[in-house]
């Protein structure tokens, strides 16, 4: 059986021409939201902010959570997304998990991301990780509402 790992994500301005095509697809394939190279290749993502890649044996890119600093309580995520086929098998809950323990250890204590409305499942995940919808984005994504959730870490 594979093996898989949630390892810090180095700054985009680290990856690959080839890692970002990787995350390119996987954000198309999952989210059904497109992103060019130097939108994805701008976001201010760090390690210092909880950002993790989700890699197999042979170090391809499975899944990202990426999130940025806000403020020196907040926290936001940019990106939490896992390959389908690896979906509902204890990875997102490792990958929070994770994430929560760095960002806890920076001194965030509130953490806050969009999702689209229909995405149930993740609503849902967010929801048992202790997250609130707290907003509604009309025009946020290109085919769908989106919710702000917000919660403490």
């Known amino acids: 059986m594979e093996e898989y790992s949630w390892v810090p994500s180095p700054p985009t301005s680290d990856l690959t021409h080839g890692q970002l095509l990787a995350i390119r697809d996987l954000l198309v394939a999952e989210t059904d939201e497109y992103y060019a190279l130097a939108a994805l290749y701008s976001l201010p993502i760090s ?23 806000i403020d020196e309580n907040t926290v936001r995520i940019l990106a939490f997304c896992i390959n389908s086929d690896l979906q509902n098998i204890g990875l997102g809950t490792q990958a929070w998990n994770e994430f929560a323990i760095l960002v806890k250890s920076k001194g965030k204590s509130t953490v806050y991301l969009e999702v689209k409305a229909e ?33 403490n870490l």
């Open 119 to 151: 995405n149930e499942g993740a609503i849902n995940f967010y929801r048992k990780v202790g997250l609130n919808e707290i907003a509604i984005l009309s025009k946020y994504y290109h085919s769908s509402i989106g919710i702000i959730m917000q919660g």
């Open 47 to 69: 390690s210092a902010a909880g950002s993790l890649i989700l890699i197999d044996s042979k170090e391809n890119i499975k899944g990202i959570l990426w999130s940025m600093i």
